[in-house]
């Protein structure tokens, strides 16, 4: 009997389903390739390198050290290309950053799009170094008729048949503000190949997506940037088909650190009764601050006491002491930011699995 011939991924340029299946093994094999945070790494105020999450579409490029320049071309008056000694000759800035993933929490979502299955963590904080692209635009002195900067990485494949380089965009205000960066270092070492290596873009307060790893060109458009991942990739859409809304900032958002031990297959939590410090993270986009964090047991909710913040863009540690007793709890986290934005208790569902901020459940048992 022959074999159905599969779909030729280079040519079908058709959505894939939504489905409510099992993980496909090609979900799994997405998963080997990419990596999440263990929730216990909450703990760290900056994430260990090899614990942050990661996300890479593509094939991770070999950028040979001898070749790599950053080309800056398009509607500039001085178009040009810059070495890594080049722009680490310019002024350094280092900030501390929490990025997550856009697909975060899409595996929880029924039914699903099939891509990236994340769970909850797909999410770290890092220090990342480098100069501000604000003066690297100023020093190609950007043409009057430019509104947006696209960003090019070096990573090339294919998505539902199209063909093309990673890439993405920033209108002019947000490229020419103070905080974003072109970033060589991560924790104070070089950039992992994984995670960009040699330079990447760093957008505080946005989701992964915006900060496009290997940047190998950067161009200034007098009209918008029209590349798969900024016109057709990450864009919300709360029903297949429509043109959809850009994603952007990231949304406000709660994790815990699953408290007592876990069963090795289920996750499960098994802890001794008496006081337990409940502990997690929580952070919004765009810069906005947490003012609340609640602790949700079986349903009933109480305050969580807030660490002071690091910095505008880094996540905030948050800690409440629960008296355990005996018995099964669903325990959960819910985050408030400073305009009035909260976790909602069930997922917003999103064709993409885009921007999933529901809260997060942990079944636990007391003895």
Not at 188 to 200: A, K, M, N, T, V
Not at 339 to 359: I, K, T
């Amino acid at each position: 009997m022959a074999a159905m011939a599969e779909p030729n991924p280079f040519t079908e340029a058709k959505r894939r389903a939504h489905v409510e299946a099992a993980f496909a093994v090609d979900e799994v094999r997405l998963a080997n390739r990419n990596a999440g945070i263990l929730l216990e790494a909450l703990r760290h105020d900056v994430t260990p390198v090899g614990l942050h999450y990661l996300l890479n579409h593509f094939d991770v490029p070999y950028v040979a050290d001898d070749r790599w320049q950053l080309a800056l071309h398009g509607h500039v008056l001085r178009p040009m290309s810059l070495s890594l000694a080049d722009l680490k000759a310019r002024p350094a800035r280092t900030l501390r950053v929490t990025m997550e993933c856009a697909g975060n929490g899409r595996g929880l979502l029924t039914p699903r799009y099939p891509s990236m299955p994340w769970l909850h963590e797909a999410v770290g904080t890092a220090e990342w170094t480098g100069t501000a692209l604000k003066g690297v635009l100023e020093l190609a002195q950007l043409d009057d008729a430019v509104t947006e900067i696209a960003f090019i990485g070096a990573d090339r494949g294919f998505d539902r048949g199209v063909e093309h380089s990673f890439g993405r965009s920033l209108k002019r205000e947000l490229a020419l503000s103070d905080d974003v960066l072109l970033a060589w270092a991560m924790n104070g070492e070089p950039l992992p190949p994984q995670h960009g290596y040699p330079l990447r873009l760093i957008v505080p307060g946005w989701y992964g997506m915006g900060n496009v790893k290997w940047l190998s060109r950067i161009e200034a458009l007098a009209q918008p940037y029209q590349g798969f991942q900024q016109a057709v990739g990450y864009r919300y859409r709360p029903a297949p088909g429509l043109p959809g809304t850009p994603v952007t900032h990231m949304r406000v958002k709660a994790l815990l650190v699953p408290p007592g031990i876990p069963d090795w297959y289920s996750r499960h939590r098994l802890l001794d009764a008496g006081p337990t410090e409940v502990f997690g993270r929580a952070w919004s986009g765009g810069g906005v601050p947490i003012v609340r964090v609640e602790v949700g047991i079986n349903g009933r909710w109480q305050q969580a006491s807030l660490d002071p913040p690091h910095s505008k863009f880094a996540w905030q540690a948050w800690r409440y002491l629960w008296q355990a007793q005996a018995g099964e709890y669903a325990l959960a986290c819910r985050a408030t930011d400073a305009n009035g934005e909260s976790q909602p208790l069930e997922p917003r569902w999103d064709s993409g699995g885009f921007g999933n901020n529901a809260v997060q459940g942990v079944r636990v048992w007391v003895r």
